[in-house]
């Protein structure tokens, strides 16, 4: 059984910082494609950052230079570090778990993940 596990959010000011954390269980965590999403009211689901079983990383225009993905194979978690977040990343933030193996062209489509946690609010005030 396939489980993934997020906590970490909660309410921050603009320019603060946060550490999302997502456990998982039920497979091989290291052989695994993996990322994170945000989805805030009123609009789609949208890729943040990915990683994969090489470690190789990933990361939306919008986060980048901002947010770092990261895993510890070892420990079966993966995690998110969010600093100078701003109002915009505003969102329910969610990890998921694509296959072995995929494109880089199709890190955040979300129709290659099949595997995703219950989500994490996130909340940046002005």
């Known amino acids: 059984h396939v489980r993934l596990e997020e906590s970490g959010g909660g309410s921050v000011q603009s320019g603060g910082s946060l550490r999302l954390t997502c456990f998982a269980s039920?497979?091989?965590?290291?052989?695994?494609?993996m990322g994170w999403f945000r989805q805030a009211p009123g609009k789609d689901r949208e890729g943040v950052a990915s990683?994969?079983?090489?470690?190789?990383?990933g990361y939306a225009d919008s986060v980048k230079g901002r947010f770092t993905i990261s895993k510890d194979n070892a420990e079966s978690t993966m995690y998110l570090q969010m600093n100078n977040l701003k109002p915009e990343d505003t969102a329910m933030y969610y990890c998921?778990?694509?296959?072995?193996?995929?494109?880089?062209?199709?890190?955040?489509?979300?129709?290659?993940?099949?595997?995703w946690g219950q989500g994490t609010q996130v909340t940046v005030s002005s």
């Open positions: 990683i994969n079983r090489y470690g190789s990383e």
């Open positions: 998921a778990r694509a296959r072995m193996y995929m494109l880089g062209s199709k890190q955040f489509d979300i129709d290659e993940y099949h595997h």
């Open positions: 039920g497979y091989l965590y290291s052989t695994y494609c």
